[in-house]
C-alpha cells in the first residue's frame, strides 16, 4: 500500500531563517506532488505541484520554492522566511491514472517568530 | 477559475442525529470531481466521499450521504446517526478531470465547517 511522510511534523523557526520540509512518498512510481498551506480558520491553498522530476508549477507568487530531486520527494523550500509564512503546510499525492482523488501527509504546522 | 464556498462556518449537532453540510461551487466546466474532506483534531486529511459529476446517482459511504445537484452547482454532505467520532472540520473540494491537464493543478477547496457533535 502507498504511504505518504513528511518531516518535520513541527517547527518553530525566526523571522530570516531558511526552510526545508520534506515529503516522500512509498509504494508507487511517478507520482503527481501538490503542496498545500492551511491558514489559520481557512481552507487549504495549493502552493506548487509537480508531474515528475524537476517539474514544479507554481499557483500563487510568494516566498517559497519547491524542487523534485527524486521521483517520489518533494521539499518545500524558502531562504529567508517571512512571519506570513506561517501555517500547516500539506503535502499530498496522486496519479493521473487514478480516480482523481488526492491523498495527503500528516502535514507540518510551521511557526515563525 | 473555480471557486467553492461552504457558507456553514460551524455546525452543531447531537450525537446519533443526522446533520447536512452544504457546499456549492462555480465552474464552466461539464465535466469535474468534487470531494468532501474531514479534518480531525490530528489535522490529517481524511477522504469521506467522492462524486464524478457526470453520474447522476448521489454517492453514498456507509453513514455518509451527498445530495449532488449538478445544475444547481451544490454538493452537500449528509452525516446519519452521527457519532462523537465525526467531530472534525469538513473541506468540500473540486476538481477539474485530470485527462484534460486540469487535475495537476489540484484541489480547490471551500474554508471548512466545523462538526461539532454534542454528546
Known amino acids: 500500500s502507498q504511504t505518504i511522510h513528511q518531516w518535520p511534523a513541527t517547527l518553530v523557526q525566526p523571522v530570516g531563517s531558511p526552510l526545508s520540509l520534506e515529503c516522500t512518498v512509498e509504494?508507487?512510481?511517478?507520482?503527481?506532488l501538490y503542496w498545500y498551506r492551511q491558514a489559520a480558520g481557512r481552507g487549504l491553498q495549493l502552493l506548487f505541484y509537480?508531474?515528475?522530476?524537476?517539474?514544479i508549477s507554481s499557483e500563487v507568487p510568494q516566498n517559497l520554492s519547491a524542487s523534485r530531486p527524486q521521483d517520489r520527494q518533494f521539499i518545500l523550500s524558502s531562504k529567508k522566511l517571512l512571519l506570513s509564512d506561517s501555517g500547516f503546510y500539506l503535502c499530498?499525492?496522486?496519479?493521473?491514472?487514478?480516480?482523481?482523488?488526492?491523498?495527503f501527509g500528516p502535514g507540518t504546522r510551521l511557526t515563525v517568530l | 477559475a473555480q471557486t467553492v464556498t461552504q457558507s456553514q462556518p460551524e455546525m452543531s449537532v447531537q450525537e446519533a442525529e443526522t446533520v447536512t453540510l452544504s457546499c456549492t461551487y462555480d465552474?464552466?466546466?461539464?465535466?469535474?470531481?468534487l470531494f468532501w474532506y474531514k479534518q480531525p483534531p490530528s489535522r490529517q486529511m481524511i477522504l469521506v466521499i467522492r462524486?464524478?459529476?457526470?453520474?447522476?446517482q448521489n454517492a453514498t459511504e456507509n453513514r455518509f450521504s451527498v445530495n449532488f445537484q449538478k445544475a444547481a452547482k451544490s454538493f452537500s454532505l449528509k452525516i446519519s446517526d452521527s457519532q462523537l467520532g465525526d467531530a472534525a472540520m469538513y473541506f468540500c473540494?473540486?476538481?477539474?478531470?485530470?485527462?484534460?491537464?486540469?487535475?495537476?493543478?489540484?484541489?480547490?477547496f471551500g474554508k471548512g465547517t466545523h462538526l461539532i457533535i454534542q454528546p
Open positions: 465552474t464552466s466546466e461539464s465535466d469535474y470531481y
Open positions: 473540494a473540486y476538481r477539474s478531470p485530470m485527462y484534460s491537464g486540469g487535475g495537476a493543478d489540484g484541489l480547490t
Open positions: 499530498a499525492w496522486d496519479r493521473t491514472s487514478g480516480n482523481n482523488e488526492q491523498f
Open positions: 509504494g508507487t512510481s511517478n507520482p503527481n
Open positions: 509537480s508531474v515528475g522530476i524537476g517539474q
Open positions: 462524486q464524478e459529476a457526470y453520474k447522476q
